[in-house]
Each structure stands twice: as structure tokens, then as C-alpha cells.
């Protein structure tokens, strides 16, 4: 299991630099393949994409390319919008929110191809 969370890991920073994508795209899929229940693989990603995102803020912050106004309001109603979605999430059944998050990342995917 150690190796298979260092893979996930290493895959999500490389993701998560190259185009900005990491923990909900790659991390809480592969731990749920793993056998993470959705939930405990959604706070679990979480909890890694504060290292990968601090760690990739300063690397793009060496080279000029972080709006830090713009992050800040994203990131505060993103406090807000994490606490409620978190009380949402507990409402929902894991299965319901394993198809839904599989069919917004579908979505994403015919609406980047097309």
C-alpha cells in the first residue's frame, strides 16, 4: 500500500504542475481503486494537496506566474464553499457520490475534447 501512495503522489505533483490539476483528478480516483471508501479518499486528497499546492505555489511564484488578489479571492469563498460541501458530502450516500464525481470528471473530459 506505502508503494502504490508514493505512485499516487508522485503522479498527482506531476499532474498538478503540468496543468494544474492533481488531487480531485488523479488522487481521490486512484484511492478509491485502492480501496479508500469516497469520502475518506476525498479528505485524504485534500490533506496531500495542501503540501503539492504550497510546494507548487512557490515554485510558480519564483517565476513571476502567480496572481497572489486573484488566488486570495478564490481561495477565501473556496473556504466557504469546502465547509458547506463538506456537510453536503455527509448527507450523500458514497456510491451516489462516486458516480457523480465520475460523471463531472466525464464531462470535463467531451468538454476539453470538444
Known amino acids: 500500500m506505502v508503494a502504490r501512495l508514493l505512485a499516487i503522489g508522485l503522479a498527482a505533483g506531476v499532474f498538478s504542475a503540468l496543468l494544474g490539476v492533481g488531487g480531485g483528478v488523479i488522487i481521490v480516483p486512484a484511492l478509491v481503486l485502492v480501496g479508500l471508501p469516497t469520502r475518506a479518499a476525498t479528505g485524504t486528497s485534500l490533506a496531500a494537496i495542501s503540501l503539492t499546492a504550497a510546494a ?58 470538444v
Request: hydrophobic share 55%; no cysteine; aromatic share 6%.
Open 56 to 113: 507548487g505555489t512557490v515554485a510558480y511564484a519564483l517565476h513571476g506566474d502567480v496572481k497572489f488578489g486573484a488566488a486570495a479571492l478564490l481561495g477565501i469563498p473556496g473556504v466557504l464553499g469546502v465547509i458547506g460541501g463538506v456537510a453536503l458530502q455527509q448527507r450523500v450516500a458514497g456510491r451516489t457520490l462516486t458516480l457523480g464525481f465520475a460523471l463531472v470528471l466525464t464531462a470535463v473530459g467531451i468538454r476539453l475534447l
